[in-house]
């Protein structure tokens, strides 16, 4: 069985390869398994988190027992049913008559999800970076715990430069989007840097992406000669 299922994974992982010459009924067999595998494995997935681990343990909370073996008692969660009857209410979307009707839980899951990630983005990306642009550039005053005396601590050479590139970038990047006024001498100079610091930064994640990507492809290279075909030990 470990031999078929090897050789049936080196079928498909050349089927979604052979896309790179053209479009072919190959690469469409190997793409409509992996989209029908990944949505039966969600769907499983998600029943037991969601449906069984979620909804159904907490309206229906099973029986828990402490160590000395008496009885712990569980509350249902009655708000549940609330999420239970908007899962449901997607639902509707598969009856064109009632198709409208989703369109309330769909409405309720967009705004609270965007609703959710604007508070997380603006605690993690946001205010981490604020803080991470006010650090202090040379040094900084703490306390001996020991002593009680209060010393300058400088930072190390590495972390001074650090410290400047993130104080210009930033500068010169906030410069460059501030289109109030024409960029020209010190100013477009400024702005230019801005740009210097954006390019950068855009590039290395745009490399990022790529290496992401690379390490997938060395992945199936690795299993295409190494698993299947034994030429890599």
């Known amino acids: 069985m ?9 079928f498909l992982t050349l089927g979604i390869v052979s896309f790179l010459y053209k479009d072919n009924p190959w690469y469409k067999l190997s793409e409509s398994i992996f989209v029908g595998i990944s949505a039966g ?13 979620k909804f159904w ?3 229906f909370p099973p029986e828990e027992y402490d160590a000395a073996g008496n009885v712990i008692t569980k509350d249902p969660d009655w708000m549940l049913w609330i999420g239970a009857l908007l899962g449901i209410l997607m639902l509707a979307r598969l009856v064109p008559k ?12 967009v705004g609270s999800t965007a609703g ?15 803080q991470g642009t006010i650090m202090p550039l040379f040094g900084m005053w703490q306390t001996d715990p020991a002593t009680g005396e209060v010393m300058f601590q400088a930072f ?28 020209r001498g010190v100013f477009g100079a400024t702005a230019k840097v801005g740009i210097f610091f954006l390019m950068i930064t855009f590039g290395a994640s745009f ?27």
């Open 57 to 59: 343990t907490g309206v």
């Open 98 to 109: 009632f198709g409208w009707i989703s369109r309330w839980p769909l409405a309720f899951i």
């Open 2 to 10: 470990e031999h078929i299922a090897v050789w049936v994974a080196a």
């Open 116 to 130: 959710l990630y604007l508070i997380n983005y603006f605690s993690s990306n946001m205010m981490r970076q604020v």
């Open 41 to 53: 494995y969600w769907f499983v997935v998600l029943f037991w988190d969601n449906v069984h681990g």
């Open 156 to 183: 190390s050479t590495y972390d001074v430069v650090g410290n400047l590139v993130i104080l210009i970038g930033t500068f010169t990047g906030l410069v460059y989007f501030f289109f109030s006024k024409e960029h």
């Open 207 to 233: 490399g990022y992406t790529v290496m992401s990507r690379m390490s997938l492809l060395i992945g199936r290279v690795d299993f295409l000669f190494g698993t299947w075909l034994g030429l890599i030990k």
